[in-house]
């Protein structure tokens, strides 16, 4: 079956302004690879990404955590009302190929802990810094711009597509 990529893109709600023109770029790029652009739909890294994407003529999706279609932030086509509250966040993390986290909050910290576990890649820009009890660092690719994220998240997603 020849289906589009899934790339989440994750993030705090509430974020600096250099944070958030870094998701819009990230979200813009994503759409114009042909992408579809997952996030939890809300504020923040969440609009930003869904507002580059749309604006680069991407599909966006918004897995919500209540169970109203409307909280959605305007940047999203096609919202998923979940009423799961933050365990959406399990589903943000297993529903893409790869995952881009740009900034973070502890929600952002859950995502990228349920993507390592389901073994989706995840590529950071400006996000947390992981290392494993023994000291080993976690598997996050780390990215200097939003174009190097997206790139490396399309490269991982290659091999992680279904």
């Known amino acids: 079956m020849n289906r589009k990529l899934r790339i989440s893109v994750i993030g705090p709600s509430q974020a600096a302004r250099e944070t958030l023109e870094a998701a819009e770029q990230v979200g813009a790029e994503i759409a114009a690879r042909g992408a579809v652009l997952l996030c939890g739909g809300l504020g923040g890294v969440m609009e930003a990404a869904a507002?580059?994407?749309q604006r680069a003529g991407g599909l966006t999706v918004g897995i919500l955590p209540g169970t109203d279609c409307a909280e959605a932030n305007p940047c999203i086509d096609l919202p998923l009302a979940t009423g799961l509250g933050e365990a959406r966040n399990l589903v943000i993390a297993h529903?893409?190929?790869?995952?881009?986290a740009?900034?973070?909050a502890y929600g952002t910290l859950s995502e990228i802990a349920f993507a390592l576990r389901n073994r989706v890649p995840v590529i950071g820009l400006g996000t947390w810094q992981l290392r494993a009890p023994d000291g080993t660092q976690a598997p996050v690719l780390a990215a200097a711009t939003p174009a190097e994220a997206v790139q490396k998240a399309f490269q991982a997603a290659e091999g992680n597509a279904a």
């Open 102 to 104: 740009v900034g973070g």
């Open 95 to 100: 529903s893409a190929q790869a995952v881009i």
């Open 51 to 53: 507002r580059g994407a």
